[in-house]
């Protein structure tokens, strides 16, 4: 189309239209295939420069190829900026998720030490006490409890032993 119309400035950059292949076959394909719909943008790029006319004869007035260009630029911009808005957000919302699980399963520190520098977490402590606790006849228990109930007794023991280490300071 960039040539039927007389090349790159008489057609208003209608080639930009193309660059959202490569940038939708990022979204629906995997990288490889996504990488060759890229450099087959280069090469349609490439070509219409070869091949566009260098006579500058125009077959739209100028206001009509201004308002074009605009047109081409800012829709292409708005659907480029659309998708990657899109996959922004979606990764931020992916890492907010993510770093609440981890929330859940570690202290903050330890999570903050593992998410900033690749090293091995370990204290040390001069004198440790360590609890170890036995629910008496949890195998009956736990076969007579809907798997809600037993999740909520369960709950409930442990956050008592929160309390517990809580209310004497302790880790």
């Known amino acids: 189309m960039t040539i039927s119309l ?22 629906v394909h995997d990288l490889r295939t996504a990488s060759r719909w890229f450099w087959a943008f280069l090469v349609l790029l490439a070509s219409s420069a070869l091949l566009q006319s260098s006579d500058g004869s125009a077959s739209l007035s100028l206001s009509m190829v201004t308002f074009f260009y605009i047109l081409n630029i800012g829709c292409v911009l708005s659907i480029a900026f659309a998708m990657l808005y899109y996959f922004v957000d979606k990764k931020n919302r992916f890492q907010a998720r993510s770093e609440m699980l981890l929330l859940n399963i570690l202290p903050i520190e330890i999570s903050n030490i ?51 280490v809580d209310k004497y300071q302790l880790e």
């Open 6 to 27: 007389g090349g790159f400035h008489n057609s208003s950059a209608v080639i930009l239209w193309s660059t959202l292949c490569p940038l939708g076959a990022l979204v």
């Open 114 to 164: 593992l998410k900033g520098e690749y090293r091995t977490i370990a204290d040390q402590y001069d004198a440790a006490s360590i609890l170890f606790a036995d629910v008496v006849q949890f195998t009956p228990l736990a076969r007579s409890m809907s798997p809600m109930e037993l999740v909520g007794l369960l709950d409930e023991v442990f956050m008592c032993f929160d309390l517990l």
